[in-house]
């Protein structure tokens, strides 16, 4: 059996350009949520799916769609494809955009095959996926789920003080149509693993059965402001020191416990900050994530446990914000089946796995089938400008997408 | 023996207007070197000083000085006394300040009692003295005695990257006088203690005999930036947590030693600084204490085997910059024993000390005899709104001073 194929040129080319804005004048890629330079990334993107003859959806929350139909099926619920084009800060450039622009390389090639889909075929770009400027990530996929009233997501309040809502409508997408209006038949997400285990295990393509689940928490320990040469250190109450227990007590306990979760304390800042004053205050986050609600309960009690000996023993208080809360995932298995059917039919080695990340797949689960296609991550690096994927294995990873929708939206 | 006495109402006056300035909407006190709030109180100080009949000089790096000479005694070294008024972020108004308006009332005290000085007298005001906003502490009194050329002082580089010297031509503060063209023929310094020691002894004066060494170091601790949730715990390379040892093993260390030593890591910033990011830089600041010079080489030492350790075990790169460096100081042993007698003669209870914090008098050391009166500071609070010392041990401080004064500028 001969396979047909994506246009590999195109699509790699599609994302080295919009891979290109955003760059700092030290050529570090950053495209915050609702940016000056996000804001770049998405005109860009419109201009495509416009070329591709798509027509261009932006609802309120801002996320943009491309969207396939005919005469004979608009109306339908679409099959959906996507990710998002927000970055972190000095980002690589496949995370998310890897997705949005496989899924609209798909309906291009499929177009110009002349492939007459039973429904409608959707690309979709979330907004604010990475959470770094707005907490919480995945947040336009939350909206667009009813996960969050849509009003209350506009006026999330971000790291530098702006709105989500105000900012959108600044850069021009704050759009007109009420999220959720496009309705999903299904949803599959194309990404790089971001993570070590296909490399590892030379398999080009992914079939993620579920998601691990997501604990987001802000902490905030108060001690004393004091002198650092008049104070003996018996008489301190560093909340430096305090919040410096926090990770290492993390990494111990997960080692000790020989269990796959891991926790990340991403964001620390001091107060006052002086280097001759004692820290009265630090507020840091703690990301927690395991692929089963129970052992990540347990660890989010194990760390409410050790907040309390911190207290005891550090003489601070401490003040905790759930910041986000997601639990595991599991995907469609008819769709995770497709998935394998699809790699195997291209001779392509497959392994189902865990998504360790979260991702806009696992807020579309909510309302409908979905499930996701991993390729591999070189050195399973990733939020990171040395995150690379081979260009065989992106171009691998589309044509298994373009075989998975040629199923779904096909007519029986 | 009856006492002359300053002005106590007079002083309390002058300490609370100057602490009402730099106050932000919250009430929090900060006026950092050079900036529009320290403006203000240098404004007001120049005008008490003016006030008092005293020559105002201000240098090249913007020392503030009131003098106070006649025909018979101008040209002489003068008797110098002071402090400085700039503060640390939420800061209390005692600290500096104290030094600075009890110099004056006692200049004040002995001009309406007809004193008649051997030599001239003059309250300082230094610059910078804190170090929040320039690196190092004590710069003002540094380049007065030459420690660091004037120009190097001025090009110092801020947290917010502004240059003193533009700051202090900013505000109006970039004297013409060159720095150390007043010459000290010796120096006392008022002060509160700023530790506990005063109070738990209930002793209102300390005489202090000499200065705990400090050295100030940045650190930059360098990791991968990886995707929180992919990457496992084992596969790390974590800059924050490398960085999160640092502080908890100088404490640990220093119990174990059972030395005076104090070490603080008083700021630090992650980068990326994102919630799902493993931090891939930590940079932070380390300041090290103890009145002992070889104990503080090897408190240096035990934490550059630390480093060490840290590299090894968590694979990141480290580098160190030294920031500040400053020997342990012995104090002049006449003006102390000048201090205990003074003391004595009014009844007040007098120990010896160390003093563990920086101040001007350790700079102004290297050219002059000096010395340095503490009070008591309650809970041993400073660098902070807390900070307080009571009225009473505010005014007998002043009086100490006033005989102090008296005999060393005293006709033979």
């Given amino acids: 059996m001969s396979h047909s194929s994506i246009n590999a040129g195109r699509?790699?080319?599609?994302?080295?350009?919009?891979?290109?804005?955003?760059?700092?004048?030290?050529?570090?890629?950053?495209?915050?949520?609702?940016?000056?330079?996000?804001?770049?990334?998405?005109?860009?993107?419109?201009?495509?799916?416009?070329?591709?003859?798509?027509?261009?959806?932006?609802d309120r929350i801002g996320n943009i769609f491309g969207l396939w139909q005919s005469e004979d099926n608009a109306g339908l619920p679409a099959l959906m494809l996507g990710s998002h084009i927000d970055t972190v800060i000095n980002?690589?450039?496949?995370?998310?955009?890897?997705?949005?622009?496989?899924?609209?390389?798909?309906?291009?090639?499929?177009?110009?095959?002349?492939?007459?889909?039973?429904?409608?075929?959707?690309?979709?770009?979330?907004?604010n996926e990475e959470g770094v400027r707005y907490a919480p990530d995945m947040l336009g996929s939350l909206v667009h789920v009813g996960g969050i009233a849509t009003e209350a997501a506009l006026a999330t309040?971000?790291?530098?003080?702006?709105?989500l809502g105000s900012e959108l409508a600044r850069i021009g997408y704050a759009g007109a149509v009420a999220p959720g209006a496009l309705k999903p038949h299904a949803y599959v997400e194309l990404h790089i693993e971001q993570g070590p285990v296909l490399e590892r295990d030379a398999t080009p393509i992914g079939a993620v059965e579920n998601l691990?689940?997501?604990?987001?928490?802000?902490?905030?320990?108060?001690?004393v402001a004091n002198h650092a040469g008049?104070?003996?250190?018996?008489?301190?109450?560093?909340?430096?020191?305090?919040?410096?227990?926090?990770?290492?007590?993390?990494r111990d306990h997960i080692a000790r416990s020989n269990a796959p979760s891991v926790a990340t304390v991403g964001t620390m800042r001091f107060e006052?900050?002086?280097?001759?004053?004692?820290?009265?205050?630090?507020?840091?986050?703690?990301?927690?994530?395991?692929?089963?609600?129970?052992?990540?309960?347990?660890?989010?009690?194990?760390?409410?446990?050790?907040?309390?000996?911190?207290?005891?023993?550090?003489?601070?208080?401490?003040?905790?914000?759930?910041?986000a809360r997601f639990e595991p995932v599991t995907f469609d298995r008819?769709?995770?089946?497709?998935?394998?059917?699809?790699?195997?039919?291209?001779?392509?080695?497959?392994?189902?796995?865990?998504?360790?990340?979260?991702?806009?797949?696992?807020m579309i689960a909510r309302i409908a089938p979905a499930a996701m296609i991993f390729v591999p991550s070189r050195d399973g690096i990733s939020h990171n400008?040395?995150?690379?994927?081979?260009?065989?294995?992106?171009?691998?990873?589309?044509?298994?997408?373009?075989?998975?929708?040629?199923?779904?939206a096909g007519r029986p």
Same sequence: chains 1, 2.
């Avoid at 496949?94 to 499929?110: M, S």
């Avoid at 008049?230 to 993390?250: H, N, Q, S, Y």
């Avoid at 994927?389 to 040629?406: E, Q």
Wanted: glycine share 10%; with cysteine; net charge negative.
């Fill in 11 to 58: 699509l790699l080319a599609h994302i080295d350009e919009l891979g290109a804005i955003g760059r700092d004048d030290q050529g570090r890629l950053t495209r915050l949520a609702a940016s000056d330079t996000e804001k770049q990334g998405r005109d860009r993107l419109v201009a495509w799916l416009e070329a591709a003859g798509l027509d261009v959806v932006i």
């Fill in 157 to 163: 309040v971000g790291t530098d003080g702006t709105t």
């Fill in 91 to 127: 980002a690589g450039i496949y995370d998310g955009c890897y997705g949005v622009l496989a899924g609209l390389e798909v309906i291009e090639t499929l177009r110009e095959q002349g492939f007459a889909p039973a429904r409608p075929i959707a690309v979709a770009a979330f907004t």
């Fill in 334 to 362: 008819a769709i995770v089946e497709v998935i394998e059917t699809s790699a195997s039919a291209r001779g392509l080695k497959c392994r189902r796995m865990t998504s360790g990340a979260g991702h806009d797949a696992q």
């Fill in 385 to 408: 400008p040395r995150e690379h994927t081979a260009p065989a294995d992106l171009v691998a990873g589309a044509n298994v997408l373009l075989d998975v929708v040629s199923k779904i």
């Fill in 272 to 323: 006052p900050d002086a280097i001759n004053v004692i820290p009265s205050r630090a507020v840091f986050t703690v990301d927690l994530r395991d692929p089963d609600e129970e052992r990540l309960q347990a660890l989010e009690n194990t760390l409410a446990g050790e907040l309390r000996r911190i207290i005891a023993e550090e003489g601070v208080t401490v003040t905790v914000e759930r910041l």
């Fill in 212 to 223: 691990q689940g997501i604990s987001w928490q802000r902490i905030i320990i108060d001690g």
């Fill in 230 to 250: 008049t104070t003996p250190m018996a008489m301190r109450c560093d909340a430096g020191l305090a919040a410096a227990r926090v990770g290492l007590f993390l």
